[in-house]
């Protein structure tokens, strides 16, 4: 039984593979016989089993092109007169099958056949027998594309069918992993910096007694619900696409919106005008009174988010606004969300590994279409009404000319997970730099680390040909490097535990205010306040023959020493 079992998954791997090797996308350069506008490439799927097509256009004929959709091409009653000789005829799909269609053809003389589809394109099969019969190329175009070419170039018109080599990587590969790399350091620097000066300084806008918002600690029971919540929205996107897209595309104004108001608010809140504050009121948010300048931050991070929900599918420039976007949601995500060991880290990347995986390589043998949810959901089914695509993406647009930048995807795509699950071990290494005083030797270990990943995503990419897990690569480069170097420096247990980070060291107490003048530290606040690391303090001796006295500091602004707080917040 297991046997049989076995047999049948490797014979549907077989035909898996052997369906995506005979599927080859090509191009059709089309000009007119009149002269006119340049010519024009369009994407054409053929099978190389029944002709293969010059690889260079230089080598292609150029043929004349004759729209015969009116007919099946399904019997001989279906023929011209005077047949197709040096032709390229356009015939309708349907009522007959690819053999018999290519075979009338090449019977009266034509040099290809386009076979012009309302539907999906698939790739026109055959046996084996008619593939030694059959010796003229057989492709499938799109009717949208047959539409463009008669409105553009005129009736006569001929064309040229080739297929130009793929490169094994696009130049747009450097735009991505410079963005990706520049995210993950820039939000792992930030979220271990931001952790240390959290409680040296009081808010200056909204009163002394509020800090910044506090980061979000992730437990184990929160990984697990999340990695629960991923799969459940996963399968819905995939059977229910076209009513969810709009559902992602909304959070992700919002989301984006905000992530953007927080990355550029410390640089606003530098400029010396726009300081006046809203006029008392009882407006929900506004009774706060915000400063004119963080309104109109927040105006303009709201009206980036709107033109590109308006204009996302503008290709020629909407993936920089969506770009834009993303890379400020991922530096707040970095910023909010905090893994507290080492332990929390290997848990998360290991169950997400696991996740990508499954979702790209196993799927694919448990879908009717062969199709891998992953790939699918992010790049958009092929059968959706909507044409829409998720934005939880970097894109780039494909640099070169390739049939698959025509056809297929005209974008390289690194989703948001591949920057912020390691990026999260990233920021956990910054901040353990921080707390040991290592010269930040770990956080770029582990930024260093995500980009050797990257590069090995990329070539796993290039030599499939096909979507990639990027977690399959990052995860075990991020994680054994870190976890080596802790080791090597006889810090795992540590390293591992976060055992006192952010705990066993108290901070200073706040500097007396200004208004009340300079004031002599108390012998208590000798005794309560440590240092943190990095800064230098001298405070006063305290005298042998008198023990410190437990009380509280007075005239101290921010925040009271009772409970020293360590850098994550929690208390001591």
């Known amino acids: 039984m297991a046997a049989a079992a076995a047999v049948a998954w490797l014979r549907a791997a077989v035909l898996l593979f052997v369906a995506q090797v005979t599927c080859e996308y ?13 010519g024009k490439d369009y994407c054409i799927l053929y099978n190389p089993q029944w002709a293969h097509l010059p690889h260079d256009l230089g080598k292609a004929s150029l043929l004349q092109l004759r729209d015969w959709t009116a007919s099946m091409l399904c019997s001989p009653s279906d023929l011209p007169a005077k047949g197709f000789s040096n032709q390229i005829p356009l015939v309708t799909r349907g009522n007959c099958t690819f053999y018999e269609k290519v075979r009338l053809a090449q019977g009266s003389g034509a040099r290809g056949l386009l076979i012009i589809s309302k539907e999906t394109l698939v790739p026109p099969g055959g046996n084996k027998t008619q593939y030694e019969e059959i010796g003229i190329p057989v492709a499938l175009l799109s009717h949208k594309d047959m539409v463009d070419i008669f409105k553009s170039f005129g009736r006569a018109v001929r064309a040229a069918l080739y297929a130009p080599n793929e490169p094994l990587l696009d130049y747009n590969m450097v735009i991505i992993f410079i963005m990706a790399v520049g995210t993950v350091a820039i939000g792992g620097y930030w979220a271990g910096s931001r952790d240390v000066r959290k409680y040296m ?12 918002d506090e980061a979000v600690d992730v437990t184990p029971v929160m990984t697990c619900v999340f990695v629960v919540m991923c799969c459940s929205m996963l399968v819905l996107l995939y059977y229910f696409y076209d009513h969810l897209v709009y559902v992602i595309i909304g959070i992700f104004c919002l989301a984006s919106s905000t992530g953007l108001y927080s990355c550029l608010s410390p640089l606003v809140q530098r400029l010396p005008f726009g300081k006046c504050r809203v006029p008392d009121n009882n407006l929900p948010y506004f009774h706060k009174r915000p400063q004119v300048r963080m309104l109109l931050l927040a105006l303009f991070c709201v009206a980036v988010s709107v033109v590109w929900g308006v204009f996302r599918n503008e290709d020629q420039w909407a993936w920089i606004l969506q770009d834009a976007l993303g890379i400020a949601f991922c530096l707040y995500m970095l910023k909010t969300i905090r893994l507290p060991t080492f332990k929390a880290c290997t848990l998360l990347l290991l169950v997400l590994f696991i996740y990508d995986v499954f979702f790209v390589f196993i799927t694919p043998f448990l879908t009717k279409s062969g199709n ?10 092929t059968d959706s009404a909507t044409h829409e695509k998720l934005p939880m993406v970097l894109k780039v647009p494909r640099l070169n000319t390739s049939p698959l930048a025509l056809c297929d995807r005209p974008f390289s795509l690194l989703g948001f997970g ?12 910054h901040r353990f730099d921080i707390q040991v005083q290592s010269s930040r030797i770990y956080f ?12 090995v995503t990329f070539m796993a990419l290039a030599l499939m040909q096909r979507g990639q897990p990027a977690l399959l690569y990052l995860v075990p480069c991020t994680l054994t490097t870190s976890g080596a170097l802790a080791l090597w420096r006889r810090e795992l247990g540590m390293f591992w535990t976060g055992s006192g980070f952010a705990k066993d060291i108290p901070q200073p107490s706040w500097a007396p205010a200004a208004a009340q003048g300079p004031q002599p530290p108390k012998e208590s606040e000798a005794t309560l306040s440590q240092q943190p690391p990095g800064e230098a303090q001298v405070l006063p001796a305290l005298p042998a023959e008198r023990p410190p006295e437990l009380t509280e500091p007075k005239g101290v602004a921010g925040v009271s020493t009772q409970e020293p707080v360590g850098l994550s917040g929690a208390s001591a």
């Open 372 to 381: 891998s949810i992953m790939v699918e959901v992010a790049t958009g089914p």
């Open 26 to 38: 090509g191009m059709v350069r089309v000009v007119s016989e009149m002269g006119g506008p340049k």
């Open 418 to 429: 591949d920057i912020l699950v390691p990026g999260l071990l990233v920021a956990y290494c």
């Open 201 to 212: 300084k009081h808010k200056r806008d909204d009163g002394p007694e509020k800090q910044e």
């Open 444 to 455: 770029v270990a582990c930024t260093i680390a995500y980009g050797i990943g990257l590069l």
